[in-house]
């Protein structure tokens, strides 16, 4: 009886009315609320992405004056990315002028100290208000509804009308849409008659993806490195326009939570300034003050750190901002049942929400000055500090892979980091470096971002490891919140050099581009068009010829001809076998996909196979499938759909495991299993046979980071290596160890004499190593082997999880890629000590013979997050030569 009460007095607050956001507030009638608009009240339902834009829309027309949208962006399934901007009508008036005002004292090389100053004088705060990254963290968005009819509708409140004359106030309602709707739409498929408070009932419980990540299953608040989602590169756009002194993320948390809100917890990154983190404590103290008034609990300083700089609430921070995260307790429906037996209505979550936006825009209002003038002398010091260190820029050679160099330039840029292209040829120290060596100078504004982007390593505090450390000692949850490693010239295996000045009379602005278009060389071609493999151009190319149905060899050995040196994997695709105008193909595709690509006019090589070899294969247009569905992990189903989808412009066909266990997979060469948890289980015997038997017709499985588990299963037989437990230093198997007696269960008696003998005592008889905190590591690559053509010596590779497996044996299989010595293991992040042990020579990439197929296995996934582009050469390799190695029976 006492549960249903609670139960019928927490549904009866859907009918209450009017419920108070704002107590006391009195509102305008002119301007049109969310009742009036989506035809209920807000907190009363989850409001899909085109209601949030619908009502911001509607605001701006009842009130112009007041109020401009801005389309930023687009979703990959369509759907609108948008913005408000908010303000006096003074303001609203000259947005232009304020964004070239900000944009003058963003660079004070060119603004002296004086100007800043008067320009500072007649300028607002411009913050951001960002609602929604994550689909299924729902409240925020229907927060920021909330947050804007406030703004506009307000009368009579000295808060908002400071808040209006002193802060350009910036609303993105939703930044990932397609997230937000998977979420809606399946809640809306199974509510039933009254919202359901119960932790099981369908409405909260989504079936896989889930809506969190974006149509590719992208966590959006780990994009902010790499950028390779259309909405978080949209918005890192917009934000470069902006460039606001305040930036908020606001999510949602474990519905058991409270709120959290800033300072954040330790670590924080070393790049960051001790202003910066003081001044954070002004929005916390301000958001504290309010939510005591109203009776709202919270917590900070716990959890959310700011040390991983690819968090939307980090990004910011590098060119000078302040940037948070606040999370509520989630609700995931319109109502949930806690453990202990309390009732929390989506209403209220949306109202913490509100409130702690208004509280950082009242905050922002109060220190518009210190704010301006704290953002000038961020990029001055940052400037000033460039210009005084001994490293005075980073130099990015076109090594093995010139394409992965001026992607990742190109990605500097859009970060809003200056990037020069050398003309000629110049020396720094004893170093010669060619004309296209791209400069990154430190003496610029964002110096600090520079060295968190490229610096091979980015120190954790000491304190704070050592206390990691005390906590797994004694099997406490750990407090590294995400990766400790994202060195992107290491992920991307280019060399990034420290450098000195270079002259300016032999640099000129980069061209702002991933792609550098290139030409073919020496064209036409009587015999061949040459292709050297191991670089993302030559890859895009593959994939762009045999999506044109060109027919395409490869080589397994190395050659040369005309003194151009050609590695294994490299493509020949001959003028006798394609269309007779192959040449234009070539010549558009050397400019689309930015190859480099030779014209031959004659079959003879200088040194190596020649193209009739029987080490040249020709490679099939393989069709891909990949696992989809359960139990796979959806971020790396969908990273590696990405992959090959986007970064490479090759179809992948995703099939669901139902599919899998009986359908007809003939017609696939290629089959991917994400990482992922129970494959034999959700496959089931009969599953399990019938994709051995496809592998044994001649199809290539490619297993990703815990899918490995799954081919080294017993029971399943496909790769014979095993998954080590712990590595137990010091300890030697005991098969003398005292027995228990059979009739009294007891044992003889024994000393401990220390605490290490202690803890000794009371391991855990058998368990896996600790989970690796996200660090990159160093691996050695077997030469002269088609699974590995193409890449150089050494790999560098993110390794997360508690996964370690033995190598194979000579005979079972080829250990393809395999991890470093443990003194050369680590090159960026933290890792514990006994994983760099027992890590030490582990296979990271494996490959088998099954009947006429094949078998590759990579012990991490090689697409973590879409950013580990050093990889990509052994998954192309995998998906595209795999087929043309195996012995396809058709």
Not at 36 to 54: D, M, N, R, W
Not at 551 to 569: C, R
Not at 575 to 604: F, I, K, M, Q
């Amino acid at each position: 009886m006492k549960r249903a009460a609670i139960l019928l007095a927490g549904l009866a607050c859907f009918a209450q009315k009017p419920f108070e956001f704002w107590p006391g507030a009195t509102y305008a009638a002119g301007v049109p609320t969310v009742r009036q608009v989506l035809g209920y009240e807000p907190g009363e339902k989850i409001t899909a992405s085109a209601g949030l834009v619908k009502y911001l829309e509607a605001l701006a027309a009842a009130e112009p004056a007041r109020m401009k949208i801005f389309q930023y962006g687009e979703s990959w399934e369509g759907r609108k990315l948008v913005y408000a901007a908010m303000g006096s009508e003074a303001n609203i008036r000259r947005l232009a002028e304020i964004r070239n005002a900000v944009q003058r004292i963003a660079d004070p090389r060119k603004t002296p100290e004086a100007d800043a100053r008067k320009l500072m004088a007649g300028l607002p705060a411009v913050v951001w208000l960002s609602y929604g990254v994550h689909g299924n963290e729902i409240s925020s968005c229907d927060a920021a509804l909330l947050t804007a009819y406030h703004l506009l509708a307000s009368r009579n409140d000295k808060l908002v009308d400071d808040v209006l004359a002193k802060v350009l106030v910036l609303i993105d309602p939703v930044q990932n849409p397609d997230g937000r709707d998977r979420f809606v739409n399946s809640f809306e498929q199974t509510r039933g008659l009254l919202p359901d408070p119960s932790p099981l009932a369908a409405e909260r419980n989504e079936p896989w993806p889930g809506g969190r990540g974006n149509h590719y299953l992208f966590d959006l608040n780990r994009d902010w490195i790499a950028l390779t989602q259309p909405e978080i590169a949209a918005e890192v756009k917009a934000l470069r326009e902006w460039l606001p002194l305040v930036y908020v993320d606001l999510h949602e948390m474990s519905g058991e939570g409270t709120y959290f809100f800033t300072p954040e917890a330790d670590p924080y990154n070393p790049h960051l300034t001790p202003t910066q983190r003081q001044s954070l404590n002004l929005f916390g103290r301000n958001n504290a003050r309010w939510f005591d008034k109203y009776g709202f609990d919270y917590f900070t300083r716990e959890q959310y750190d700011a040390f991983y700089p690819g968090y939307g609430a980090s990004w910011p921070l590098y060119y000078g901002a302040l940037a948070m995260t606040y999370e509520q307790a989630s609700v995931r429906g319109l109502v949930v049942r806690r453990s202990d037996d309390t009732l929390l209505a989506y209403r209220d979550t949306v109202r913490h929400h509100f409130v702690a936006s208004i509280s950082t825009l009242e905050t922002a209002a109060a220190n518009r000055e210190k704010l301006l003038s704290d953002f000038y002398q961020y990029r001055a010091g940052a400037i000033d500090e460039g210009r005084k260190e001994s490293v005075k820029a980073f130099l990015l050679s076109q090594g093995r892979d010139a394409s992965a160099t001026d992607k990742l330039a190109g990605i500097l840029m859009e970060h809003g980091i200056e990037v020069a292209r050398a003309k000629s040829p110049f020396r720094d120290g004893e170093k010669e470096y060619p004309a296209g060596t791209y400069v990154v100078p430190l003496a610029q504004p964002a110096k600090r971002f520079i060295h968190t982007l490229l610096d091979p390593h980015v120190p954790m505090d000491d304190k704070f490891v050592a206390a990691e450390e005390v906590r797994r000692k004694l099997r406490q949850r750990t407090e590294i919140y995400d990766v400790t490693a994202w060195s992107l010239p290491l992920l991307f295996n280019v060399e990034a050099a420290a450098g000195g000045t270079v002259p300016e009379s032999v640099l000129e602005p980069a061209r702002p581009a991933r792609i550098v278009p290139r030409e073919v060389r020496g064209g036409p071609a009587a015999v061949a068009y040459l292709v050297p493999w191991g670089s993302q151009a030559a890859g895009r190319l593959l994939a762009a010829a045999l999506r044109e149905d060109l027919k395409v060899h490869s080589s397994d050995k190395p050659f040369t001809q005309d003194g151009v040196k050609f590695p294994e994997g490299s493509l020949i695709v001959k003028v006798a076998e394609n269309p007779a105008d192959l040449a234009e193909r070539l010549a558009r595709l050397a400019r689309d996909t930015g190859a480099a690509v030779y014209a031959a006019n004659s079959g003879w090589v200088d040194d190596g196979v020649n193209f009739g070899s029987r080490w040249v294969v020709t490679l099939p247009k393989p069709a891909i499938a990949i696992a989809w569905g359960a139990p796979t992990q959806s971020g790396s189903a969908g990273a590696a759909r990405f992959v090959l989808e986007r970064q490479y412009g090759y179809p992948v066909t995703p099939v669901r495991m139902a599919q899998l266990v009986s359908g007809d997979l003939s017609r696939f060469q290629v089959l991917i299993l994400p990482s992922g948890g129970d494959y034999a289980g959700a496959l089931g015997e009969n599953g399990v046979e019938h994709i051995k038997e496809w592998v044994s017709a001649g199809g290539t499985i490619v297993a990703l980071g815990d899918a490995v588990g799954f081919l080294a299963n017993k029971d399943v037989g496909l790769l014979e290596v095993a998954q080590e437990n712990a590595l137990r230093e010091g300890e030697q198997k005991d098969d003398k160890k005292e027995k228990p007696d059979e009739d009294t269960g007891r044992v003889a008696g024994t000393v401990i004499a220390t605490e290490a003998e202690l803890e000794k005592a009371t391991r855990a008889a058998v368990e896996l190593p600790d989970s690796a905190p996200g660090a990159i590591a160093r691996a050695r690559v077997r030469p002269d082997y088609w699974l590995t053509a193409g890449a150089g010596d050494t790999v560098y590779a993110m390794v997360e999880g508690r996964a370690i497996f033995t190598p194979i044996k000579s005979d079972k299989g080829v250990n393809a890629v395999y991890f470093d010595s443990a003194d050369k293991l680590v090159a960026s992040g933290h890792l514990w000590a006994e994983n760099r042990r027992q890590m030490a020579f582990k296979p990271l990439v494996i490959s088998a013979a099954s009947g006429r197929g094949i078998v590759v296995a990579f012990t991490e996934d090689p697409n973590f997050r879409a950013f580990s582009d050093g990889m990509n050469v052994f998954f192309l390799n995998a998906v595209f030569r795999g087929p043309a190695h195996a012995r396809r029976q058709e």
